[in-house]
């Protein structure tokens, strides 16, 4: 079977795009640009998730590279989190925390190589992806699309990843979803504002809607876009020409997104649903390129890849420009949602409003992929836990390695141990024995053991 290795070429707009959505609905605009006092107590939700997008990465993050003029712009009207992190190192379980409001052991969306709901290859068709199994979200789960529906909300996620596939689960209470991207690449950002833009078209004016959307575009393979601007030399590039070419590409792509999302933003403007909206950027994790001898995402929790970036602007632009250095997790976004729109969060949600968070808690399991490239060893969970400027990450294997990120951002220099990490370890073990991981069905259950024979008699598992 072939492996849809790159997505077709990516081509940089020549002229400015005007999305149709944009030109059919410039007219009306000036008699319905709002939607009215009265509702505003329904905001309309826009979740805009940047796959594979490193905060540092960014220009509303420092980073010196003109990589995301359009998102610095809505920064500048919005809510920046300056420390935020993700809960897991990988799409599923951060998408999944991000509408349940949990970490991944409690909504069990997670890598598991014997798990037997899932595979990747369900959605890709090529060999490699049936080993890349992972538990689906269960339906027993509360998302936040299924919340807002309850509310009266129309619903759609857009999204250019294979695991926001149904298959996975993380598109319940979505009304319209796109089927799972069938190429590795993902769906490309300009093909799915083209699907966004003609949803927009068609939404009820007297009706909120929550709007999911997932830009794929920083995930592997990298990619140079055509006709694009070479990117400015960085003012230390990478010794390693190959390691320098990749990073140069990848900071291609972010600009090419954060182009599109422009788009987005001006569409949104441009249907009258955009200045009383909440709208949320969040990446969902970030990628290594060599840092700590690795590459890519996935099993580690290192800080390039567990810091988020996150930014919401809030209805009417209230509290623009604020920069906030309060610890945030990405499960906090659901209890932002809730605050905004009025909804009571449904038990167990482990995320709270900004300002009250305690711990931040990441979580990767292995997978057999991993277990194959880097041997037994990688066959072990990890548990970070962040009382800033204090990070603990803990094996389920035994050892414990202790960071102080203010003085070592790079977690380079790890430090003995003491009293503050007796007390982090000792917070985060009481938090692991508070998380119940959802049930799991019969059906599954009888699928797990099947996968993990056939997972043996590959010589995956032992
Ligand atoms: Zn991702």
């Known amino acids: 079977m072939m492996w849809p290795l790159r997505r077709p070429a990516l081509r940089w707009p020549r002229v400015p795009f005007i ?28 979740l805009i998730t940047l796959d594979t997008t490193r905060a540092d990465h960014l220009g509303v993050y420092g980073y010196e590279r003109p990589t995301s003029p359009r998102l610095d712009a809505f920064a500048r009207e919005a809510v920046v989190y300056e420390r935020a992190w993700t809960t897991a190192p990988w799409t599923l379980p951060s ?59 129309v619903t759609g996620a857009f999204a250019g990843g294979h695991w926001l596939a149904p298959e996975f689960g993380l598109m319940q209470g979505y009304q319209t979803t796109t089927a799972g991207a069938r190429s590795l690449a993902g769906r490309p950002a300009s093909e799915l504002n083209t699907r966004v833009f003609a949803w927009l078209e068609q939404l009820p004016r007297d009706s909120p809607f929550h709007l999911l959307v997932n830009y794929f575009d920083a995930h592997d393979p990298y990619q140079l876009i055509e006709g694009a601007e070479p990117m400015p030399e960085l003012m230390e590039p990478h010794p390693d020409p190959a390691i320098r070419a990749q990073i140069d590409a990848y900071d291609g792509e972010i600009r090419y997104m954060d182009h599109h999302l422009g788009e987005l933003f001006e569409a949104l403007k441009a249907a009258g649903r955009y200045q009383d909206s909440l709208i949320i950027v969040v990446s969902d994790h970030g990628e290594l390129f060599g840092e700590h001898g690795q590459f890519k995402h996935g099993p580690w929790l290192y800080e390039e890849l567990l810091r988020a970036a996150m930014i919401v602007r ?69 548990t970070s836990a962040i009382r800033w400027p204090f990070k603990l ?55 797990s053991s099947e996968t993990e024979e056939n997972l043996r008699a590959l010589g995956y598992i032992e």
């Open 314 to 382: 809030l209805p009417a632009g209230e509290a623009a420009g604020t920069r906030v250095r309060d610890a945030v997790s990405i499960v906090d976004i659901l209890p932002i949602v809730a605050q905004e729109v009025g909804f009571v969060l449904p038990e167990g949600v482990e995320g709270v409003p900004p300002g009250r968070r305690e711990l931040v808690v990441a979580e990767a399991r292995p997978h057999a992929v991993a277990l194959r490239k880097f041997g037994e060893s990688m066959n072990r969970s990890l």
């Open 95 to 153: 998408h999944a925390s991000m509408i349940t409001g949990k970490y991944p052991t409690s909504h069990g969306a997670h890598y598991d190589a014997k798990a037997g709901n899932t595979s990747i290859s369900e959605v890709l068709s090529f060999v490699p992806a049936a080993n890349f199994r992972a538990n689906r979200l269960g339906e027993g789960e509360h998302t936040l699309a299924e919340l807002l529906v309850e509310r009266g909300y």
């Open 393 to 447: 990450v803990a094996s389920s294997r035994g050892g414990r390695d202790f960071f102080r990120l203010d003085d070592d951002p790079g977690e380079l220099r790890p430090l003995g141990l003491g009293a503050e990490m007796e007390s982090l370890a000792a917070d985060l073990e009481a938090l692991q024995a508070s998380m119940r991981a959802p049930e799991r069905s019969e059906r599954a259950k009888a699928a």
């Open 19 to 46: 999305p149709g959505v944009v030109l059919a609905l410039l007219l009306p605009v000036a008699v319905s640009n709002c939607r009215g006092t009265e509702e505003s107590a329904n905001p309309d939700v826009v």
